[in-house]
């Protein structure tokens, strides 16, 4: 039979797309980087999945498993075309809320989760700021974080179990309520391993108690300096804030003028704070980051006590995205992480980039944790415009990786980012990591060609007996 | 047996260490690398050395040549300013801590280190008693480096808070009792220490509850106790909304000790259960809202009961120190997943030299 055919005797004809604007529409995730699938599935439950792995596996062709779609690293981009999974049928929610624990398929959005779980005076820590549409799964996939992981961590931090399909469709529970399950930590591995290991179709995660009070803060600041001192400043109080955000003067020119929200579009960088805890508590580090700030030179400290205050000044940072289409029609989010201590200079260099490649450069990241996301508006549909991007976006990373940073905080490696591995790890550190993606998947199923660049598996000392290159470790 | 030169020279001796042909420290990674071709070559079992506090975990096999962490304890970057540190994985976790608490920051791996070194709490997956509030000692690790059992120089992970790049082998070797390499370096993520601290003991567990997110909630044989910490003002209302009697600062009781110790490990809302099912003679020190107790008892008599209890749960009962060949040390139940386990070790120490034999499931 053929590959469809096989597929839509287990999934029958409906969960099986064929169509071109149909595949067309599962090309890609939200980078820029198109597929061509042969066929897009829509298993809804752990036993189909499974068969839809045994399936590729007979016919030899890569499965990509996308929730959302919302990664920016071309993650769930059918590059090497074969089946895209799609992971939203899987939509259970158990909530355990003696344990603070819940099991969730992987094709449940965020922010419904929390929003599930604040019944029983509960939520999800991890909040990427595409929370509203992407699914568990995916943020499993990517190990997402968002500004909540400062003080939190990132999804890896929360997830204590999951079912996952592996090779030969083999089903398998890891991990669970109990803390340290002994033997190695193979859940902590397929966490941001971006589906090239198996397909998480459960997981079970941590949620922790909602925060009995808070408060957020609004800083405008003359300098991008003075913004980054006062978050090293903070630090050294002995305070981890719930967030740590900075917007640049250009990025609070564009979401003012489309959301009039009041913000001072004449400062060179606002910083958006957030403490939460016991009202006691919240109350007086909100102090101590107000009297932090005016020290270093903010011009104005905006504290917000109710709800609604929060809500207005938490709009400007999560509308940031949408607002750039004022622009232009098209932006290329980066994402990297660079030491808190170089955060200034690296921004300097960041402008200097853009300007060199005269392209229209904003910034919006967490600056609690290095995590930069440079955003350069542009038309996609210029070609030579498009190479520049491209261009400026490796001197980005260079940069970062420069000053001692990473190539992604939290976007995954996916494609976009795979050649640049050899600039993070030596062949070694990447033949081990080649290695172990063989142990998992000996035929090259899931998800072929992302997260490690070619070549990655280039020595081969596996055979004890054979000869070590003199020195070729170092 | 004798040793080449460039093996025997690294000759130590460690107090309080195993028995074993040859016992040596390592001065850098080339050293750990030489040594452990050496040991792959010719198949010996090697046991990692760093203080000795986590020795009982496993059944720790035979070994021909100890390799100990000692000169491998150097503080090679700290950034205060970025909350890490890279430090040799054989510093003693209380010489860092006295170090870092200079400038009010904190490893947060373990509150009565003893003579524990990171990296041991690294390879054997141990957790700080504030785990409830700011996790297990996995979250802390960022990057390690580490030579495998066949002698290869890898690192795995980034020196920044955040970080989502290629597969995360740093997380694998926490826990796995040096099944991938021995590691020789560690990032650790630092947490800045407040300024005001208290423990407050209370009657009742149920009192606890006044507050979303205490640093910890300990039953010490008992004893029940709460740990705050924050900003003077916060402090000061949180200890009076508790009620109980309360010391302005950090005082963290010790592990049980015993000729056995215990790590259970339950869903967090059994921990009363599992400390109302210890034998009545056993020593305990319960964490709640995590399901970690560590419990100490002079026989493991009763430990069988409380085994099929745990494995009941979900959970387990594992042995941190006790007479070897007498009782199990990991349980009954293997890990799932017990085959790509197996194959991944089989890359990182082909000839199984670290340790073999130690987790569970004879790995």
Redesign the interface.
């Known amino acids: 039979m053929t590959l469809v055919a096989d597929l839509r005797a287990v999934l029958g004809a409906e969960d099986v797309l064929t169509e071109p604007v149909e595949l067309y529409l599962f090309s890609k995730d939200a980078s820029l980087i198109r597929g061509r699938p042969v066929c897009v599935v829509f298993p809804d439950s752990v036993l189909e999945v499974a068969e839809v792995v045994r399936i590729a596996e007979r016919h030899g062709v890569p499965i990509v498993a996308r929730g959302a779609g919302t990664g920016l690293a071309a993650g769930a981009s059918p590059t090497e075309g074969g089946i895209v999974v799609v992971t939203t049928a899987l939509q259970e929610i158990e909530i355990?809320p003696?344990?603070?624990t819940a099991w969730v398929g992987a094709g449940v959005i965020n922010l419904d989760l929390t929003k599930k779980a604040s019944a029983f005076g509960l939520y999800f820590a991890p909040d990427p700021s595409s929370q509203s549409a992407c699914t568990i799964g995916g943020n499993v996939a990517?190990?997402s974080?968002g500004p909540h992981?400062l003080s939190e961590?990132?999804t890896?931090?929360h997830v204590l179990g999951m079912e996952v399909v592996?090779a030969g469709g083999e089903i398998?529970?890891?991990g669970?309520?109990?803390?340290?399950?002994?033997?190695?930590?193979?859940k902590?591995?397929i966490?941001?391993?971006e589906g090239t290991?198996g397909i998480v179709t459960r997981v079970l995660v941590r949620l922790?108690?909602?925060?009995?009070d808070v408060r957020t803060l609004l800083m405008d600041f003359p300098s991008v300096e003075t913004a980054a001192r006062t978050v090293?400043d903070i630090?050294?109080?002995?305070?981890?804030p719930a967030a740590l955000e900075l917007m640049d003067q250009r990025m609070v020119e564009t979401v003012e003028n489309w959301l009039h929200a009041g913000l001072p579009t004449d400062a060179a960088a606002v910083l958006l704070a957030e403490v939460v805890?016991?009202t006691?508590?919240v109350?007086?580090?909100a102090q101590?980051i107000a009297d932090l700030a005016v020290r270093n030179a903010a011009r104005s400290v905006d504290i917000a006590e109710t709800e609604e205050h929060r809500a207005l000044l938490w709009r400007g940072r999560k509308s940031a995205f949408g607002s750039i289409a004022q622009l232009a029609p098209d932006y290329y989010l980066h994402d990297a992480?660079?030491?808190?201590?170089r955060l200034v200079e690296t921004m300097k260099g960041l402008y200097e980039i853009a300007e060199r490649h005269d392209l229209t450069m904003a910034n919006v990241f967490?600056a609690g944790?290095?995590?930069l996301h440079p955003l350069i508006a542009f038309d996609a549909s210029d070609p030579v415009l498009n190479e520049v991007v491209h261009r400026a976006g490796n001197e980005i990373v260079a940069l970062c990786l420069q000053v001692?940073?990473?190539?992604?905080?939290?976007?995954?490696?996916g494609l976009e980012k795979r050649d640049l591995?050899r600039a993070?790890?030596?062949d070694?550190?990447?033949d081990?990591?080649a290695?172990?993606?063989?142990?998992?998947d000996p035929a090259g199923v899931f998800n072929p060609s992302k997260?490690?660049p070619e070549g990655s598996r280039c020595f081969d000392?596996?055979?004890?007996r054979r000869e070590?290159p003199e020195g070729v470790?170092? | 047996m004798t040793y080449p030169r460039h093996i025997a020279w690294l000759e130590v001796e460690i107090e309080g260490g195993p028995e074993s042909g040859l016992s040596i420290a390592p001065k850098t990674t080339k050293d750990f690398a030489a040594a452990l071709r050496y040991a792959t070559e010719h198949g010996l079992v090697v046991q990692v050395w760093g203080g000795g506090t986590h020795s009982g975990y496993g059944s720790p096999p035979q070994p021909d040549l100890v390799m100990s962490m000692e000169r491998m304890s150097q503080i090679e970057v700290w950034e205060p300013d970025d909350l890490t540190i890279v430090v040799g994985a054989g510093a003693p976790i209380a010489a860092v801590e006295a170090e870092l608490s200079q400038r009010n920051q904190s490893l947060v791996m373990s509150e009565r280190p003893g003579p524990g070194t990171i990296g041991g709490a690294i390879a054997a997956g141990t957790s700080p008693l504030r785990r409830a509030r700011l996790y297990g000692v996995r979250e802390r690790v960022l990057e390690v480096t580490m030579i495998t059992g066949d002698g290869r120089l890898i690192r795995s992970g980034g020196r920044v808070v955040k970080n989502v790049t290629g597969y995360d082998l740093h997380r694998l070797a926490v826990g796995a009792f040096g099944a991938l390499g021995v590691i020789v370096s560690v990032c650790v993520k630092l947490w800045p220490t407040p300024p005001a601290a208290a423990t407050v003991v209370i009657d009742d567990l149920e009192m606890a509850d006044v507050i979303a997110r205490p640093l910890a909630v300990l039953d010490d044989n008992g004893q029940k106790k709460v740990y705050i910490w924050g900003t003077e003002r916060e402090v000061e209302s949180l200890m009076s909304r508790l009620n109980g009697d309360a010391t302005p600062d950090l005082d963290w009781p010790e592990d049980p000790e015993g000729t056995w110790r215990w790590s259970l490990r339950v869903p967090p809302a059994l921990t009363g259960a599992a400390v109302s099912r210890l034998p009545g003679k056993w020593r305990y020190l319960a964490i709640h809202g995590v399901g970690d107790v560590r419990a100490a008892s002079a026989t493991p008599l009763g430990a069988e009961d409380l085994r099929s209890w745990a494995e009941s749960v979900g959970g387990h009962l594992v042995v941190t120190k006790g007479i070897p060949d007498v009782f199990d040390p990991w349980g009954s139940l293997l890990p799932p997943g017990l085959d790509i386990q197996r194959r991944l070790i089989a890359e990182f120490d082909p000839r199984r030299v670290i340790n073999p034999g130690r987790l569970p499931g004879g790995l």
């Open positions: 355990d003696d344990n603070r990517n190990n974080g992981c961590g990132s890896t931090s592996l398998v529970t890891l669970g309520e109990a803390p340290d399950p002994p033997g190695l930590d193979l902590g591995l966490v941001g391993s290991l922790l108690p909602s925060d009995p090293s630090i050294a109080a002995g305070l981890v805890g016991e006691e508590g109350t007086s580090q101590l992480v660079v030491p808190r201590t967490h944790d290095g995590n001692g940073g990473a190539l992604s905080g939290e976007h995954g490696i591995m993070n790890f030596s070694l550190d990447l081990a990591q290695r172990l993606k063989e142990v998992f997260v490690l000392f596996g055979g004890i070590l470790w170092v």
